[in-house]
């Protein structure tokens, strides 16, 4: 029992860096952020809908433009020091662990980096659960509830084992997409008046897809490089994950986007003749 309890919670404290055993959240393995991660799932699939099964709408927008504000903010600060402690985002291609010995400011932050990315892929599940309380309950797609339940757990697992230069390159590219899509949402929330200026949506599902190449090509660099100590299991992870989202976001993208045109194309073509 002993060994069941040191492997399920101790033996995570020993990985990556210790000073990490004293953030919130990060001591004693992944269960608080997976609990947190299945109690959103069960609210959104069956708590949720069954609360607003009867009862009116919430009209939700002031709080939701607050909360794309401050994620606008969060992202588009988070972007701009990932690129400073990483070298402007050189080192996330050396493969190497901490540079420095000392306590050096980058390194300080790059912890405190890679830990608030984890916590803001918590704070993400605002967005779905927007969703439910305003009754919009086809917007909260498995597309959607999918990516936003993986993305803690993973993030927790990739500050555990490597907070280090090299895993931050998925967080800064995210980061700066995550500026974009918010950037949009706060103007769509923001009034009817704006709608003239949001003429870009499927453009983000454009930038989303183009992040997606760029961090499989990242883990397949760290996968095959066989100088480099990125850990295996953290770059096949990450290939993986931005492949298997590429194909879903694809879908997605010839759905919304290639399917409509199409659509609208044969039907001028049907009235021409």
Not at 80 to 93: D, S
Not at 132 to 155: C, E, G, N, V, Y
């Amino acid at each position: 029992m002993d060994t069941v309890t040191y492997y399920l919670t101790d033996w995570f404290d020993t990985i990556g860096d210790p000073r990490l055993n004293s953030f919130p959240l990060m001591s004693g393995g992944p269960w608080k952020v997976l609990a947190i991660t299945a109690l959103f799932v069960y609210f959104v699939k069956v708590i949720g809908p069954w609360l607003m099964k009867n009862r009116e709408p919430f009209d939700l927008r002031s709080v939701i433009l607050l909360h794309n504000s401050c994620l606008i903010g969060f992202n588009g600060a988070g972007f701009i020091v990932g690129l400073w402690i990483t070298n402007w985002g050189t080192l996330t291609f050396t493969c190497g662990g901490s540079h420095n010995a000392d306590k050096h400011l980058k390194e300080e932050l790059m912890l405190y980096f890679g830990y608030c990315y984890m916590l803001s892929k918590i704070a993400d599940f605002a967005d779905t659960l927007f969703f439910i309380l305003r009754k919009k309950f086809d917007q909260a797609s498995f597309l959607h509830i999918f990516h936003h339940a993986l993305m803690p757990p993973a993030m927790w697992l990739g500050v555990r084992v490597h907070p280090f230069p090299y895993s931050g390159f998925m967080a800064i590219v995210n980061t700066l997409v995550h500026t974009v899509m918010y950037s949009y949402y706060a103007l769509a929330c923001a009034g009817v008046e704006m709608k003239r200026f949001l003429w870009w949506k499927k453009h983000i599902t454009q930038l989303q897809l183009v992040q997606f190449v760029l961090i499989f090509f990242h883990g397949v660099h760290g996968y095959l490089n066989p100088s480099c100590n990125f850990p295996t299991i953290l770059a096949f992870m990450e290939s993986f994950y931005a492949a298997f989202f590429f194909v879903l976001f694809w879908r997605f993208y010839r759905r919304v986007y290639v399917s409509k045109v199409d659509k609208n194309q044969n039907e001028k073509i049907q009235k021409v003749h």
